[in-house]
């Protein structure tokens, strides 16, 4: 029904480059605008693309790039233009309003990142480049680098990425399981797993039937033509069409913390650890056992390996949460079809209104923690990466509605465990996990925060073709 | 038992005291909700007691924002709504807000200082046209003033009928009491079962001489499918008036009128802003009390270090399209929801959103516009979600009246086929309007306004919690099999 313009498609949001292991973010600022289109047109054949692509014929090393606002801006797009891209987009991650949002406070408010934040140097544009280890990645970043003084462009910071074995990421957990199928995608899964194309690419419908809000040229500049007529607004052409916009958090990970709280809240009589318990309840606190395998098929034990088991919902298999807890991280980012208290059918309507394709890579020493190895050597964490049409009712929704907003179903002073729960509460503020149970539900009392934000911003990710629109457009100075 | 009722009061501002009530609603906008010590809060007792939310707002300010771009605003004359939700009669509550005794809030060095000479009403009212003046200002000529000025409400929802802002205390009281005993006390409870457990709570509630509420009894309200039934006869009966009716308006009108095309990037910052601020900051900052009540303003700005509020409030004005076909569409549009809240929606859901305290619609202004205000939990993105999600068709068929509103399709089923399985059926059956996501978000957040005081009684708790405290309170007083004793410890 739905076919998306692959070939236009830059590929990381239909594709986990899962075979490239090694990834170099790099946030680079514009200093001459007119070198740096130029030096952007270069790359812009080698921009990975979202076809399909055999398991035998994955690429080495793949490239993708997206813009902030500011980078936008520094190429030279008009203020009119700039103006016609989603709110959250525009004002970024960090107005004062968004930041308390998304719980961006205390060790993890803005004025304390390491990029992204009101004191650090404006993000513009952010390069994705990956590599199938670590050296491959690293040539392909040199290759490109050796280019950006001359092209105008004063790199900022690098962001590198790795994937560890079974993805696992350091808190111990197999991540990144369960992402939504994008119909016309060229993927496939159960329909309650599909989503119209307009929910993660704009200029095609989303799950409401309409056209997101996508960017559109409103002031002719550039070579207008290589756009295609915009669906959402007629008559004028879409900047936006095959893109999305792209969301990375550089969330650090306290495994330390993590696993001395879950070893605390479970030790033996004897004060000793009790390690089946302690991995219990913080599988219980993801809705996953390490393996990766979903509580609510395995509530009492982890079969081990590393499964990617996905295939299940809630509502007949667990309506009451007595297998996966309703304030479970999992069950939160996605309730499929147990959506508060809507019906079977409604709730997975519902649910699909608020997905997120996610990309999550990891840095600083590798650990796979557990309660007995909790120590890294110095920080380590994840950049959460993810895509979405729609950022304020897929990434901000989720991050508030569901993650810090303690009243799901019936909860009452539950956050995310994992990522919502604030640092320094009100003095009586409670926070609690509530595990589901006969014949009363337990408690897990004064939660502790796990995860600092040290650094984010929104990006959008546009079509090759829009790309190449983009070196089009005339000199800054000439505007 | 309360009745919770609501009151909205609307009354011409003197143009020359604008400035000045904008000063006294902006320095006392978090001050009702900060009072804090017993001797202060006595001040405004019967405020506290009674009274579960209310608001003031200024509209047709054409200085404002949100006025000062519309085509007429010159011609604007600048009006204070108030409007609140109570337990007792209207009578009563505006004895309430006329009492001499009723304390008001004066600025001082910064610091916002109750004051037991003049009343809040006083304070806020001598700014509007035909206030009593000072010397002749009493209980009396206070009340006539803010009856003549109340305006109806044209239809009005509650999410926890007939409970009063003390039972919605106490039956949390009860619930974290309950929490906190089974959470202190495990060893207790060991190997007992649900029905024994519940059992001896609910002994030890009943000798616990600090719970009243338990004293007595409490039937939830339960919506009436026999009513339902009526009224759907009622309708099926005048469906064939329905039917042309709806041709008539499709046809006649909503063909010919101007819609709502623009999209949230095309909304002014500047606008959203003013919102957002109001949406954060409610009761999220709870200052320190400095010298008894004494309430630091400068500590009542945004602090650096606050996540938002869980309760939020929605305040919204709209023109009416011209006619009558329209008026009398969207009268019998209120005079449906009249009917049907009272027998369907009695249950803590408004047309199944589970997020609604209170909402209501004002049709005023000699039937030329309407205000909407609503308290609801969450943020503005899950509440106009919700709305779309959970009851597109009945806001469309209200909204749909009034000017420059998404395009609607009165007779729907466009696209009738490629929908199915994925619409609710309601989309199928009347497209457009608030289904046409993007611009009715667009549409929601350019016709609301920013609220200048609102306070809530009860600011931590959902509506779901409200009605999941009271289903507890009605449990634990049963006598329970093992099965129902576990169905009541689901909920605590």
Redesign the interface.
């Known amino acids: 029904?739905y076919t998306i313009e692959l070939e236009d498609v830059q590929g990381y949001v239909l594709r986990e480059y899962g075979n490239m292991k090694f990834s170099r973010f790099v946030l680079l600022k514009i200093t001459e605008d007119s070198q740096a289109k130029k030096w952007i047109k270069t790359i812009c054949d080698q921009l990975t693309n979202a076809v399909k692509v055999n398991k035998d014929e994955l690429p080495d090393r793949g490239l993708n790039i997206a813009f902030a606002k500011d980078g936008l801006t520094a190429l030279g797009l008009d203020k009119k233009n700039l103006?016609?891209?989603?709110?959250p987009f525009?004002?970024g991650m960090v107005t004062?309003?968004r930041h308390?949002?998304l719980?961006d406070?205390?060790s993890s408010?803005p004025?304390s990142w390491e990029w992204g934040g009101k004191n650090n140097e404006a993000v513009e544009i952010i390069l994705l480049v990956f590599g199938k280890d670590k050296n491959t990645c690293m040539a392909y970043y040199q290759e490109l680098k050796s280019d950006f003084e001359a092209s105008g462009l004063w790199e900022v910071r690098k962001l590198d990425g790795l994937t560890l074995p079974d993805n696992k990421e350091h808190f111990g957990f197999r991540d990144g399981i369960a992402q939504p199928i994008v119909k016309g995608s060229g993927r496939t899964g159960p329909d309650y797993n599909c989503v119209n194309p307009g929910e993660f690419i704009l200029g095609y419908e989303?799950?409401?039937?309409?056209?997101?809000?996508s960017?559109a040229i409103f002031k002719e500049q550039g070579d207008v033509n290589l756009l295609p007529p915009s669906g959402?607004?007629p008559g004028s052409r879409d900047l936006g069409k095959n893109g999305t916009y792209l969301i990375i958090r550089q969330m650090q990970e306290h495994v330390d913390r993590f696993w001395d709280f879950m070893n605390e809240e479970t030790k033996n009589t004897d004060d000793s650890i009790n390690e089946e318990a302690s991995i219990k309840l913080a599988s219980q606190m993801f809705g996953r056992w390490p393996s990766g395998a979903p509580l609510s098929k395995f509530p009492d034990k982890d079969p081990g390996g590393a499964s990617d088991d996905n295939d299940f919902l809630y509502y007949d298999d667990d309506r009451?949460g007595a297998k996966c807890p309703f304030g479970s991280h999992l069950r939160r980012m996605n309730p499929r079809d147990n959506f508060?208290?809507?019906s079977k059918e409604?709730s997975i309507?519902?649910s699909n209104?608020h997905r997120l394709i996610r990309r999550a890579r990891l840095y600083g020493e590798p650990i796979i923690s557990s309660p007995t190895n909790h120590d890294p050597e110095g920080e380590v964490g994840l950049y959460f990466t993810c895509f979405g049409a729609d950022i304020?009712?897929q990434f901000?929704?989720l991050q508030?509605?569901w993650s810090?907003?303690?009243?799901i179903k019936?909860l009452?002073i539950d956050p995310d465990p994992i990522i919502g729960v604030?640092e320094?509460p009100?003095e009586g503020q409670q926070q609690q996990f509530t595990i589901?149970g006969?014949?009363?539900?337990k408690?897990v009392?004064d939660l502790k925060r796990f995860v600092t934000i040290r650094g984010g911003a929104y990006f959008f990710f546009p079509s090759i073709t829009s790309v190449r629109y983009l070196c089009t457009l005339p000199p800054k100075k000439d505007n | 038992m309360s009745r919770q009722n609501p009151l909205t009061v609307i009354t011409p501002i003197r143009p020359d005291k604008l400035e000045e009530l904008r000063e006294i609603l902006d320095y006392m906008k978090y001050t009702l909700e900060n009072i804090q010590g017993f001797e202060e809060r006595s001040k405004f007792k019967d405020l506290y007691e009674e009274v579960h939310y209310l608001r003031w707002i200024i509209i047709d300010d054409k200085e404002s924002e949100f006025f000062k771009h519309k085509k007429n605003a010159d011609s604007l004359k600048p009006k204070l709504v108030f409007s609140s939700n109570f337990d007792k009669s209207v009578g009563h509550h505006l004895d309430d807000l006329s009492t001499d005794k009723l304390a008001s809030i004066q600025k001082m060095d910064g610091m916002a200082v109750y004051s037991d000479g003049h009343t809040l009403t006083d304070q806020i009212y001598s700014c509007c046209i035909g206030y009593p003046e000072s010397s002749n200002r009493t209980h009396k000529t206070r009340k006539d003033y803010l009856r003549d000025h109340i305006v109806k409400v044209s239809a009005f929802y509650r999410g926890s009928p007939r409970r009063s802002v003390t039972q919605i205390k106490e039956e949390n009281e009860l619930r974290v009491r309950l929490r906190k005993e089974l959470d202190d006390n495990k060893d207790k409870w060991k190997d007992l079962s649900a029905k024994e457990i519940h059992r001896k709570l609910k002994l030890l509630i009943s000798n616990d001489h600090n719970i009243t509420i338990t004293d007595t009894k409490y039937r939830m309200p339960k919506n009436s499918v026999f009513k339902l039934c009526l009224l759907v006869l009622v309708i099926v009966l005048l469906l064939p008036v329905i039917i042309i009716w709806l041709f008539i308006v499709q046809f006649g009108h909503e063909k010919y009128d101007k819609y709502f095309t623009t999209y949230r990037s095309d909304i002014p910052r500047k606008n959203t802003e003013i919102l957002e601020e109001y949406e954060d900051l409610t009761d999220g900052e709870r200052p320190e009390p400095v010298q008894g009540f004494a309430v630091d303003i400068a500590t009542t700005q945004p602090k650096k270090d606050m996540v938002i509020n869980y309760q939020n409030q929605f305040s919204q004005l709209v023109d009416m399209k011209p006619g009558k076909v329209r008026l009398i569409t969207f009268k019998a549009m209120m005079l449906f929801a009249r009917v049907i809240i009272p027998i369907w929606y009695v249950e803590g859901k408004l047309l199944n959103i589970p997020t609604i305290h209170f909402a209501r619609w004002v049709l005023f202004d000699d039937n030329k516009r309407v205000l909407f205000f609503s308290n609801f939990d969450g943020s503005w993105q899950q509440y106009l979600g919700d709305f779309i999600d959970q009851s597109g068709w009945g806001l469309s068929a209200i909204f749909s009246n009034t000017t420059f509103f998404p395009k609607t399709n009165w007779l729907g089923s466009t696209g009738f086929f490629s929908m199915k399985n994925i619409l609710p059926k309601s989309k199928m059956f009347f497209p457009g309007g608030a289904y046409d996501e993007e611009h009715f978000l667009a549409w929601s957040r350019s016709t609301e306004l920013p609220t200048n005081i609102w306070y809530s009684a009860y600011p931590d708790l959902s509506i779901k919690n409200v009605n999941n405290n009271s289903r507890i309170r009605v449990l634990l007083a049963k006598n329970l099999s093992e099965k129902k004793a576990k169905k009541f410890f689901e909920l605590i």
């Open positions: 029904m103006d016609s891209f989603s709110p525009k004002e004062d309003h308390r949002l719980g406070i205390d408010h004025d989303n799950n409401y039937f309409v056209f997101p809000d960017p959402a607004r009451t508060e208290h809507d409604k309507i519902l209104r304020s009712r901000e929704f508030y509605t810090n907003y303690p009243k019936q009452y604030v320094k009100e589901q006969e014949p009363y539900n408690t009392k």
